[in-house]
């Protein structure tokens, strides 16, 4: 069998690929933490500046592999151990991570999996693909940051119309919404998000790795604490090897070279 994740770096891209196709790269136990490791790899290898992530086949995730739940007998199911001991981490994980990752949905993406779509930094979808709020749809409720992140991305009203009905959200209405940064044409999706990607990987990668975080932050911060924060943030930028080189960049009339550093 083929594993369930496959990861390869170059260019200071490290691309992952969910690649379970027959099941629509719905996860399971294996392929979460293969996930994890592949994201701990790009937290700590300085060769890795952005992460590109999508799914092999005709879709980018179909969510937890339910072919996997035992519902028989009596036993309790409790989900949340599932939750906090695979997705909550997953999802924490991604948003701490100091770098860039772009996502290029290339099909359904439903339940965790849209919800992982949308832990990350920048979301490009083919024009065929959709997201699938599809909790409710079994009885549950969105998990995988879906009920933090979907109102404060398209608002209270939409956020709720799908998370209680599940509707399919195609990918030109979903940019349309603000829930992703672009729809684009099928046969494009992948060359485009790798040259977005690989422009990411070429740019000040701390300076990126601190607007995510004033950009977190700013969900729950007053005007004053974020005031403070960008402060504190930007002494760190200001202290880089790529501010100097933007710097002089821009004072010489050419273009930036930066290290990452």
């Not at 151990?81 to 439903?110: D, F």
């Not at 509707?167 to 040259?195: C, F, H, N, S, T």
């Not at 990668?205 to 974020?226: F, M, P, V």
Request: overall charge negative.
């Amino acid at each position: 069998m083929p594993p369930p994740i496959l990861a390869s770096v170059e260019a200071g891209v490290q691309t992952i690929t969910l690649n379970r196709p027959e099941r629509l790269n719905a996860f399971n136990p294996e392929m979460h933490g293969l996930l994890r490791q592949a994201l701990e790899r790009a937290a700590d290898d300085d060769a890795v500046r952005t992460v590109l992530l999508t799914g092999a086949g005709r879709g980018f995730c179909a969510g937890q592999d339910l072919s996997e739940r035992d519902l028989g007998g009596d036993a309790v199911i409790d989900l949340s151990v599932t939750i906090e001991t695979l997705y909550n981490p997953l999802v924490r994980r991604m948003r701490a991570l100091p770098k860039p990752i772009v996502c290029a949905v290339n099909g359904v993406a439903a339940g965790a999996g849209a919800n992982v779509a949308l832990a990350c930094d920048l979301v490009l979808a083919a024009r065929s693909a959709s997201f699938i709020q599809a909790f409710a749809r079994i009885g549950l409720v969105p998990d995988s940051g879906g009920s933090w992140v979907l109102p404060r991305l398209v608002g209270r009203a939409r956020a709720v119309g799908l998370a209680l009905l599940g509707d399919k959200l195609g990918a030109e209405d979903a940019e349309r919404w603000g829930l992703i940064w672009k729809a684009v044409d099928d046969d494009k999706l992948m060359a485009e998000a790798g040259a977005l990607a690989s422009g990411l990987a070429a740019g000040p990668t701390c300076a990126y790795g601190l607007i995510k975080r004033a950009l977190d932050d700013s969900e729950t911060n007053t005007l004053e604490a974020q005031l403070d924060l960008e402060r504190d943030l930007q002494r760190k930028a200001g202290l880089t090897e790529d501010y100097r080189e933007g710097v002089a960049a821009f004072l010489e009339k050419r273009k930036a070279q930066f290290k990452g550093k």
